[in-house]
């Protein structure tokens, strides 16, 4: 199977998004969700936040900056493991406001993490 760069899916009534088998491995330690630059989210697999955001967010204390950085991604900021039977996740609703997001999601993966916007 090929690599994913773009999917489109419907949410379900309890606002789960069942990500593409060829996804599933790489985000098989969890998911990572905050809020994007613009109206639309982040979705990091665990991995990426742990050695890539993380030690970004984790600058100079006095850098407005950095701080800035920690409270955009900080906000609503979600963590939570897929699903084993159908590979879902949940986007909690403060995010899907936040992100315009009513049942249709755009996935577009940005290197290696995923924009999710409305459709």
Request: glycine share 8%; aromatic share 8%.
């Amino acid at each position: 199977m090929g690599k994913v760069d773009y999917f489109e899916r419907k949410l379900d009534d309890k606002n789960r998004l069942t990500i593409p088998q060829q996804m599933r491995d790489q985000l098989k330690n969890g998911v990572v969700l905050t809020q994007g630059f613009g109206k639309y989210l982040h979705l990091y697999p665990q991995d990426v936040w742990d050695e890539m955001v993380e030690p970004k967010l984790d600058g100079d204390i006095l850098d407005e900056r950095i701080a800035d950085l920690n409270v955009k991604f900080r906000t609503g900021k979600t963590q939570s493991a897929l699903d084993d039977k159908q590979g879902r996740i949940r986007l909690d609703s403060h995010l899907c406001a936040y992100a315009g997001i009513d049942k249709d999601v755009v996935a577009v993966s940005v290197g290696r993490y995923w924009r999710l916007m409305a459709k």
